[in-house]
């Protein structure tokens, strides 16, 4: 069974870090880009980054830009996202997913089940 699993989530006030980590498990992303999407209550899911499959391409939200960072580790079948300075508009649940490539993230052959990011003011 396939399966993504996100953890790293949490409280944090303004201007703090957090670094997710989402956990791939039942066969290896190795070959496979992947990203992070978030969705605040009330909102749509958006995307917030993307990585190829050998980490050396990598693609950003506007609104993440600088401040976010994807990576990964193609031996723990794990990739990460580094978060720092987070504003209160962070605040969302982050979902990982594994997709074939990089402009096709947005409609990914797998999901995690999410975690939850809290940026107080």
């Known amino acids: 069974q396939v399966q993504l699993v996100e953890s790293g989530g949490g409280l944090v006030q303004a201007g703090g870090s957090l670094r997710l980590s989402c956990a791939a498990s039942g066969r290896t992303f190795s070959s496979n880009a992947m990203g992070w999407f978030r969705q605040a209550p009330g909102k749509e899911r958006e995307f917030v980054a993307a990585?190829?499959?050998?980490?050396?391409?990598?693609r950003y939200a506007v609104s993440v830009r600088g401040r976010f960072t994807i990576s990964r580790d193609n031996t723990k079948n794990t990739v990460y996202l580094q978060m720092n300075s987070l504003k209160p508009e962070d605040t969302a649940v982050y979902y990982c997913?594994?997709?074939?490539?990089?402009?096709?993230?947005?409609?990914?052959?797998?999901w995690g089940q999410g975690t939850q990011v809290t940026v107080s003011s």
């Open positions: 990585i190829n499959w050998s980490g050396l391409d990598t």
């Open positions: 997913a594994a997709g074939t490539t990089i402009p096709t993230i947005a409609t990914p052959d797998y």
